[in-house]
C-alpha cells in the first residue's frame, strides 16, 4: 500500500469524514461513494489508501483513538494503567459510544470487518498491554506467574463498556481511574 | 397483567419460539404477528400476558438464563461466585451470543427495549448480586467498604463478554472458573 500521496491532515480529514458518516449512516450504508463525495476525493485515491470499507473504518477508527498503549511507559505498571485512561472524558466516551452504535451488528455479521478491526485495532493494543505487563514482570513489579495477567484486557473491557449497561451513563476518567484502583491493581496484587 | 391463562409449558413454547424468530430475523424485524403465527395463538392472547414486543422479548431472554442470581445461597461469597458459571458451556454461550446479535443496534437504538431489559434482565441480577455481597459482608467475608464491591459487575461483564473480542472465541465455564479465581477474588482479596 502506498500512502504517501496523502498528508497527515488530509488522511486526518479523511478518517473525520468516516466516523461522522458512520455515526449519521451506520456501517452497513456507509459506501465509499459517499465518503468520496463527502471529503471531495475520487474514489481510486480511496482505494490506493485503502484495500476497502472494514480497512478504511478500521482505520479511521484506530485514528480516533486519543492514546495507543504503545505510546505508554511510565516506568512503573501501577501509573503505565493510569496513563491508560487518563484522556478519557465524558465527551470522548459518548462519541465513542455513538461510533459503536454506528458498527452495530456489523461487528458480528460481517467477516471482513471483524477482521480488519483485529488487525488494525484490537491485536496491535492487546500486544502493547502485553508488552507492558511483561515489562512489570522485568522490573520485579509482577510475578511472570501471576495469575491475573491473561485477564488484565478482560477487567479493562468490562470497565469501559459494562457502566453504559450497568449504571446507564458512560464511562468517564475519574469513574476508570477508581476502577483501577479498586479492581485492576487488587487483582494484580500490587498496592494502590 | 393477568397470566393465569397460560400454562407454565405454554410460556415457555412461546418463550423459545421468540427467542428463535429473535435469532432468524433480526429485532428489527420480528413482529408479534409471527409470534401468533408461529405458535398457533391470536395475538390478542400475547398481548394479554405481555404488553408489547420489548417486553415479551426481555421476558423470553430472562426464561432462557440457566441460572438466576437470586437462587444462588451456599453460604459463603466464593461458592457464590462460582455457582454464577457452572452452568455456562459452549453451546449455551454461542447461542447467546447469536440472541446477542439477534438483538443488534436495537438494544442501543430502541428506548423501550432497552428499558424492557433493564427493568426484566439487568436491574434484577444487579439486586441479586448487590443481596449476595451483602450477604458475604453481614458473614464477616468481605469488609462493607472493600472497595472492589461496587465493580463486581463490571468484571463478570467483561468477564463474560470480552472473550469473543479480545481471544476470538466464546467464554465458557471452564474458563470463567478461571477468570473468577484470578480476577474477581483477589480484586475482592479474597483467597481462592
Given amino acids: 500500500m502506498r500512502r504517501t500521496r496523502l498528508t497527515p491532515e488530509r488522511e486526518a480529514e479523511l478518517y473525520e469524514a468516516v466516523l461522522a458518516l458512520l455515526c449519521e449512516v451506520g456501517y452497513d450504508a456507509l459506501t465509499m461513494d459517499a465518503v468520496a463525495a463527502r471529503t471531495h476525493s475520487s474514489k481510486a485515491t480511496l482505494y490506493r489508501q485503502w484495500r476497502g470499507k472494514p480497512e478504511l473504518v478500521a482505520r479511521a477508527l484506530r485514528h480516533n483513538k486519543p492514546v495507543s498503549l504503545a505510546d505508554i511507559d511510565t516506568g512503573t505498571v501501577r501509573?503505565?494503567?493510569?496513563?491508560?485512561?487518563?484522556?478519557?472524558?465524558?465527551?470522548?466516551?459518548?462519541?465513542?459510544?455513538?461510533?459503536?452504535?454506528?458498527?452495530?451488528?456489523?461487528?458480528?455479521?460481517?467477516?471482513?470487518?471483524?477482521?480488519?478491526?483485529?488487525?488494525?485495532?484490537?491485536?496491535?493494543?492487546?500486544?502493547?498491554?502485553?508488552?507492558?505487563?511483561?515489562?512489570?514482570?522485568?522490573?520485579?513489579?509482577?510475578?511472570?506467574?501471576?495469575?491475573?495477567?491473561?485477564?488484565?484486557?478482560?477487567?479493562?473491557?468490562?470497565?469501559?463498556?459494562?457502566?453504559?449497561?450497568?449504571?446507564?451513563?458512560?464511562?468517564?476518567?475519574?469513574?476508570?481511574?477508581?476502577?483501577?484502583?479498586?479492581?485492576?491493581?487488587?487483582?494484580?496484587?500490587?498496592?494502590?
Fill in 79 to 192: 501509573d503505565d494503567l493510569r496513563a491508560m485512561v487518563c484522556r478519557a472524558d465524558t465527551e470522548r466516551m459518548e462519541k465513542d459510544t455513538a461510533l459503536m452504535r454506528g458498527l452495530g451488528h456489523a461487528v458480528h455479521s460481517n467477516q471482513d470487518l471483524h477482521r480488519a478491526l483485529r488487525e488494525v485495532l484490537i491485536e496491535p493494543e492487546l500486544a502493547a498491554l502485553d508488552a507492558m505487563l511483561r515489562r512489570a514482570v522485568v522490573r520485579g513489579e509482577l510475578a511472570a506467574d501471576n495469575p491475573a495477567i491473561p485477564y488484565v484486557a478482560h477487567m479493562m473491557f468490562g470497565g469501559f463498556f459494562a457502566r453504559p449497561l450497568i449504571e446507564d451513563r458512560p464511562a468517564d476518567a475519574d469513574y476508570l481511574s477508581h476502577y483501577i484502583e479498586a479492581v485492576i491493581l487488587p487483582a494484580l496484587g500490587l498496592d494502590p
